[in-house]
């Protein structure tokens, strides 16, 4: 059974950080493409960050951008978040995704989600 499990989510004041991590299990995940979306209250999913799996490289959404650094453990199978310089608007429940090489994400795998509240 294939499983993304995200943890690390909590609350923190503006301006701290957290580290959130993805732990994926059932199957290899190499050559996958790996991400990471929130979603806030009442606001549409937003894309966060993804890693490719083998060539670790990154890309990240605009708000984010010099804030965030996604990287990756594949001895581990997992991948990180580590968030700085938090905001209150980054207040969502963050969500770990994988994607088949040549699919988008919705062809893939998805955690459960993990909250993290910032707060001003």
């Known amino acids: 059974q294939v499983q993304l499990v995200e943890s690390g989510g909590g609350l923190v004041q503006a301006g701290g950080s957290l580290r959130l991590s993805c732990a994926a299990s059932g199957r290899t995940f190499s050559g996958y493409r790996m991400g990471w979306f929130r979603r806030a209250p009442g606001k549409e999913r937003e894309f966060v960050a993804s890693?490719?799996?083998?060539?670790?490289?990154?890309y990240y959404g605009g708000s984010v951008k010099g804030r965030f650094t996604i990287s990756r453990d594949n001895a581990k199978n997992t991948v990180y978040l580590q968030m700085n310089s938090l905001k209150s608007e980054d207040t969502a429940v963050y969500y770990c995704?994988?994607?088949?090489?040549?699919?988008?994400?919705?062809?893939?795998?998805w955690g459960q989600g993990t909250q993290v509240t910032v707060s001003s």
């Open positions: 995704a994988a994607s088949p090489l040549g699919s988008g994400y919705e062809d893939g795998y």
């Open positions: 890693i490719t799996w083998t060539g670790g490289t990154t």
